[in-house]
């Protein structure tokens, strides 16, 4: 056996060091090096002890890499599995790919769990093996009950920390999709520091990897995230693997948004909306009318805007309240959209709009606990302000689609098209929109939906509070 000894490692780009150094110079961040207890395992080992070749199926084979024409390979293309979930297949590129890595993070009580018990459960044709390193077996079977569809005579549940004893499970038990629950609470005895530090993730990982590709099996890695919402470990950790997915949301609200961070077999421009019950999750294939089902239309600070996340189109209700300031300094909140293009927008109204909020409280949500920073929504932040201001209410049948710039000029917003077929859809007249955006449209009625091209933001406000 190899002799123990201590090397230092960053834990932001995983690299490492023979002593402690104060800069990183691979990713040059501040004190990110800390003490690890690694160990090597010797070539000629003759203790018996578990190696990922000789475990995983396939891997007694000893193949020699040979370089070969670009012209010469031949590729085929791999159907991918199909899986119950549409939201997760949409932001999955069209399913899981054979011989995948995809890592899924998000906050705790997010439905992480739920999400991957859910789909394991829902993959009755495959053999699925769950692993899980923070719950019981037990734990896991409650939930699987109070799903909706709780029996799966082809799911295997795990409850096991060790990578040695979990390949020796896949050996046996031969499944078509793995799931790992969590990657931060796995660890291999090939390194000797603990679980969730630098080393232990990315051997983990690498095995796990190692596993996927030469079986062709999918694995489902589930990931903690830090509290600034980036991926737990090291950042070489969402280097190694072939999708990453985000889960968001606020917990204590019933939507959820599954978003695609990287995706080497897919674009990275959708994203999946589920919502929380009591039976699971629940796919949300039309989030527009949902998120507008509560609007009251004769309130005051309440303005429709038409925006994009993804490829997806979504009309979204913009709230603002606005009222005197009580204290000397007035406040300026946000739930939702950036705090400072909030700032920057009411700057714009008070100096081309001519409006006076400098003594007034302003407040603005974009309900739904959506989080948005899509341009296109500035004209219904402006709108929803003023309307709040002049306690005036807009018409329940108008949205607005335009980028505010800082002379009060009302910017085109790419793909109108998909925003404005979204609004017929859901029953809207009339939409506010850019003049470049309007020059290839017709200002007449579009299938019951009136175009209104304007050229500045003083123009929506004229038409829509006269």
């Not at 499944?175 to 969730?196: F, K, R």
């Not at 009591?278 to 600070?301: D, F, H, K, M, Y």
């Not at 341009?375 to 709040?388: E, G, H, I």
Request: aromatic share 4%.
């Amino acid at each position: 056996m190899a002799k123990a000894r201590s090397v230092f490692f960053c834990q932001n780009c995983g690299a490492q060091s023979a002593k402690w150094i104060g800069r990183c110079p691979s990713c040059g961040e501040w004190n990110t090096y800390v003490e690890e207890v690694v160990q090597k395992e010797t070539a000629a080992t003759t203790t018996g002890q578990w190696k990922p070749a000789s475990t995983v199926p396939g891997g007694n084979l000893q193949k020699a890499a040979k370089s070969r024409p670009l012209a010469d390979i031949q590729h085929e293309e791999e159907p991918r599995i199909l899986t119950p979930d549409g939201e997760l297949n949409r932001v999955l590129g069209g399913g899981l790919v054979p011989g995948s890595l995809v890592l899924i993070g998000g906050e705790p009580g997010i439905g992480k769990s739920t999400l991957m018990l859910q789909i394991a459960l829902a993959l009755k044709k495959l053999k699925v093996l769950y692993v899980s390193g923070e719950e019981s077996e037990a734990q896991i079977k409650m939930r699987a009950e109070r799903l909706a569809d709780g029996q799966h005579p082809g799911c295997y549940i795990l409850t096991e920390t060790n990578t040695q004893n979990i390949f020796r499970q896949i050996d046996q038990v031969q499944p078509n999709v793995v799931v790992i629950d969590s990657i931060q609470t796995m660890h291999s005895t090939l390194v000797e520091s603990g679980a969730g530090s630098v080393s232990q993730v990315r051997e983990c990982t690498a095995e796990l990897l190692k596993y996927a590709k030469e079986t062709s099996t999918p694995v489902l890695l589930i990931g903690h995230i830090t509290k600034d919402g980036s991926i737990a470990g090291p950042k070489i950790l969402e280097h190694m693997v072939d999708t990453v997915l985000q889960f968001e949301g606020d917990r204590h609200l019933s939507y959820r948004i599954l978003r695609t961070i990287k995706n080497r077999f897919g674009s990275t421009s959708e994203l999946g909306i589920y919502e929380m019950q009591g039976t699971g999750l629940r796919q949300v294939s039309n989030p527009s009318e949902i998120l507008l089902s509560q609007r009251a239309e004769s309130l005051s600070g309440m303005a429709i805007g038409a925006t994009l996340e993804g490829n997806r189109p979504l009309l979204v209700e913009v709230q603002a309240l606005v009222t005197p300031a009580t204290y000397g300094t007035p406040q300026r909140s946000s739930t939702g959209f950036d705090a400072k293009r909030l700032q920057m927008l009411l700057a714009v109204l008070e100096k081309r709009a001519g409006l006076r909020l400098g003594q007034h409280d302003v407040f603005l949500n974009i309900a739904g606990g959506l989080r948005l920073d899509d341009p296109a929504l500035d004209a219904a932040v402006c709108a929803a302000v003023v309307s709040s201001l002049n306690d005036l209410p807009i018409p329940g049948d108008v949205c607005l689609a335009a980028e505010v710039g800082l002379s009060g000029e009302m910017r085109a917003v790419p793909r109108l098209d998909q925003r404005l077929a979204e609004a017929e859809k859901l029953g809207f007249r009339e939409m506010y929109v850019s003049q470049f955006n309007g020059r290839n449209l017709s200002e007449q009625d579009r299938a019951g939906l009136r175009i209104q091209a304007v050229s500045r933001l003083d123009e929506v406000l004229q038409g829509l509070f006269g």
